[in-house]
Nanobody, 123 residues
Framework: VQLQASGGGLVQAGDSLRLSCAAS????????MGWFRQAPGKEREFVAS???????NYAHSVEDRFTVSRDNAKNTVYLQMYMLKPEDTAVYYC??????????????????WGKGTLVTVSS
């Protein structure tokens, strides 16, 4: 499957932003979708994960500010980000894992990845 993330940009601290990730090339249902991010000089870290049935898991650092959702009919997953902080600055990636019915936090269990979209939060 091909994944295309979009919606990144430059915002100020406290602003909101919504990322989208459109999947094509394979059925979207029955898969787990994940959002990860990688800041300069840091390792890629888990942000959020959602199954096709809507089970969700968040990283502790974003659980009160970010909302993940998916539209299976549109093969699209979203990451709504509120109250953005400078430390949220990173390249955000979406990923898909096949055959899982629970949220997945480990990046090694995902099968396909998008190219990422840059989110920059200024103070």
């Amino acid at each position: 499957v091909q994944l295309q993330a979009s919606g990144g940009g430059l915002v100020q601290a406290g602003d909101s932003l919504r990322l989208s990730c459109a999947a094509s090339g394979r059925t979207f249902s029955g898969s787990v979708m994940g959002w990860f991010r990688q800041a300069p000089g840091k390792e890629r870290e888990f942000v959020a994960s959602i199954t096709s049935s809507g089970s969700i898991n968040y990283a502790h650092s974003v659980e009160d500010r970010f909302t993940v959702s998916r539209d299976n009919a549109k093969n699209t997953v979203y990451l709504q980000m509120y109250m953005l902080k400078p430390e949220d600055t990173a390249v955000y990636y979406c990923a898909v894992g096949y055959g899982y019915n629970r949220p997945i936090r480990s990046p090694t269990l995902y099968d396909d990845w998008g190219k990422g979209t840059l989110v920059t939060v200024s103070s």
